[in-house]
């Protein structure tokens, strides 16, 4: 069965420092993996997802993350923190392109420091 | 497309009460999901639909939760005889429909959060 594992339930960084946050899947087949983010009582935005045309993704708001099937690695990065990145992210995977249940890790929360 | 909206967005109710949510997919969607999100952990899959055939139920969605979509348009989730285990976010998210070549995505509405006393 697939997971994904998130490392660190919380992340800090100073404004205009670098985002890493940390993800890891398992599948027993090539994943469709996924990035969502959620502010404060609201629903889930979709960042980035993988489909494996590239294994370099690039997403909204400046994020982007690399596909390392070596590392069984999904980490999402962005240069540098705006203060409006403050919220929680989601790693999540499915096993198929079409219709099928996303399985979510359990989430890092991002705080960005002034 | 106007999103995916869902009503109410906020429901307390008192333990043995039924509730009952509802969403509307956006336009045009044939496929929508309901997911489940307690604090502090990612969304869980509860259920999925196909039009109107529901196809798919996850072990969490005991025989008191029950989801009905019966024109394939809006969709609702029941609870009958709420517990206070049952108190979470109540995510649905739709898509459109599959094109061969391309993964789907899944857009989400606000969700209804419930608190059971």
């Known amino acids: 069965a697939q997971s994904v594992t998130q490392l660190g339930s919380h992340v800090s960084v100073s404004e205009g420092a670098l985002v890493l946050l940390r993800c890891n899947y398992s599948?027993?087949?090539?994943?469709?993996l996924f990035w969502y983010v959620q502010y404060p009582n609201q629903g889930l935005q979709l960042l980035l997802k993988?489909?494996?045309?590239?294994?370099l993704v690039k997403g909204i708001n400046g994020f982007e993350a690399e596909f390392k099937k070596s590392e069984t690695s999904f980490h999402l990065t962005k240069p540098s923190a705006h203060m409006s990145d403050a919220a929680e992210y989601f790693c999540?995977?499915?096993?198929?392109?079409?219709?099928?249940?996303?399985?979510f890790g359990s989430g890092t929360r991002l705080s960005i420091r002034p | 497309d106007t999103g995916v909206s869902q009503d109410p967005r906020h429901k307390i109710t008192k333990r043995g009460q039924n509730v009952t949510f509802r969403c509307d997919p956006i336009?045009?969607?044939?496929?929508l999901y309901w997911y489940r999100q307690t604090l502090g952990q990612g969304p869980e899959f509860l259920t999925y639909?196909?039009?109107?055939?529901?196809?798919?139920k996850s072990r969490l969605l005991s025989d008191r939760f029950s989801a009905e979509r019966p024109k394939g348009s809006f969709s609702t989730l029941e609870i009958q005889r709420t517990e206070q285990g049952d108190s979470a976010m109540y995510l649905c998210?739709?898509?459109?429909?599959?094109?061969?070549?391309?993964?789907?995505?899944?857009?989400f509405g606000p969700g209804t959060r419930l608190l059971v006393l």
């Open positions: 999540a995977v499915t096993l198929y392109s079409s219709a099928s249940k996303i399985i």
């Open positions: 639909f196909q039009n109107e055939a529901q196809l798919e």
């Open positions: 599948s027993s087949v090539p994943p469709y």
């Open positions: 998210a739709s898509s459109r429909p599959f094109v061969r070549g391309q993964q789907e995505t899944q857009y």
């Open positions: 336009s045009e969607h044939n496929r």
């Open positions: 993988y489909t494996s045309a590239a294994t």
